[in-house]
Structure formats: C-alpha cells, structure tokens
Nanobody
C-alpha cells in the first residue's frame, strides 16, 4: 500500500460541519474497502467509518452514527467523510486507509498511515 493524502480538517465550533477528503495519487484504491480512522492525543487510534470497494455498504462507529457519512468516488480515486453535528469529543487527527470493513472496523496489519488531517471542535 502506497501513501494516501488527507485534507479538509479545520477548527469549527460545536455543531458545525466539515468534509474530509482522501486521495491516493500513486495507486488506485477502487478495489479496496476503505475507512476513516482517528486518533486523539493520548488515545489509541479508533475506526470511524468504512465503505465497501463497491460503495454498496458502509459501517460506522456508534459514536458517529447519524452524524457522519462516508462516501467514495472510484472514478476520481477519492474518499470523503461528511461530518455534521460535530462535538468536542470528535477532536482528533483523522486518517484514511484500506479497512477490514465489517461491524468491527479494523485497519489491516502493517497499514501505512498518511499525515492525517486535524479536526478541532471547540465547545
């Protein structure tokens, strides 16, 4: 797996929205289930959402259900995360990567993480 690039993070007030983007300039992830993950300072990295390679199924962490929506455009080789109703506890660095996309979303072993994009939600 080669590098991915995440963007779209920022500082927003609680209740605000952001749309994150992920691209892979040097490889095609159209054949991979993909996911978004996040890591807050001092915390373990956790899964947020994932989507099948076909785009036909998605899974979400309980903490973001109903607020976040994952999507992908395989023709553009991009992955997105629409985040609405943001809460201070959503503050973290967000990463995209191939995912084991099922109820218990996981990143494969030896995942090569990108730089991430910082999301900060003020109270």
């Amino acid at each position: 797996q080669a590098q991915v690039t995440e963007s779209g993070g920022g500082l927003v007030p609680a209740g605000g929205s952001l749309r994150l983007h992920c691209s892979a300039p040097t490889w095609s992830f159209r054949d991979y289930d993909m996911g978004w993950f996040r890591q807050a300072p001092g915390m373990e990295r956790e899964a947020v959402a994932c989507i099948y390679a076909s785009g036909r199924r998605e899974y979400y962490a309980e903490s973001v259900k109903g607020r976040f929506t994952i999507s992908r455009d395989n023709t553009e080789n991009t992955l997105h995360l629409q985040m609405n109703g943001l809460k201070p506890e959503d503050t973290a660095m967000y990463y995209c990567a191939p995912a084991v996309c099922e109820q218990n979303i996981q990143a494969p072993a030896h995942t090569k993480w990108g730089q991430g994009t910082q999301v900060t939600v003020s109270s």
